[in-house]
């Protein structure tokens, strides 16, 4: 059975930082792509950042270039996102999903149907 674990969100003021965990039991680790969503009420979740299968890529959505970074503990078959000079639009329910498809050019993990499976969530709160 797969599961995925979010840990790590909370409530910072904006300037700060949060590393967020998404642990995964089920899946061996480099065998999936790992996304990172967030979605605030009545939007569609939205694609933050994404590492490949091993890792072969990792991008970013432009809106979080430079401030999120995809890092990783092999040994806990855990992602961890770590995010920086948070901003009030920052504030989301953030979700890890993991997905067994290739990255390539045309294809860019944007679509949260293309992941099997997700975590639960942590919330994010960014105060001005």
């Known amino acids: 059975q797969v599961q995925l674990a979010e840990s790590g969100g909370g409530s910072v003021q904006s300037g700060g930082s949060l590393k967020l965990s998404c642990v995964v039991s089920?899946?061996?680790?480099?065998?999936?792509?790992l996304g990172w969503f967030r979605q605030v009420p009545g939007m569609e979740r939205e694609l933050g950042a994404i590492a490949g299968i091993d890792d072969d890529s990792i991008t970013y959505a432009d809106s979080v270039k430079g401030r999120f970074t995809i890092c990783k503990d092999n040994s806990r078959n855990a992602r961890y996102l770590q995010i920086n000079s948070l901003k009030p639009e920052d504030t989301a329910m953030y979700y890890c999903?993991?997905?067994?498809?290739?990255?390539?050019?045309?294809?860019?993990?944007?679509?949260?149907?293309?992941?099997?499976?997700w975590g639960q969530g942590t919330q994010v709160t960014v105060s001005s």
């Open positions: 999903g993991a997905g067994s498809f290739l990255l390539t050019p045309w294809n860019r993990g944007l679509a949260p149907g293309q992941y099997n499976d």
């Open positions: 089920g899946l061996p680790f480099g065998d999936y792509c």
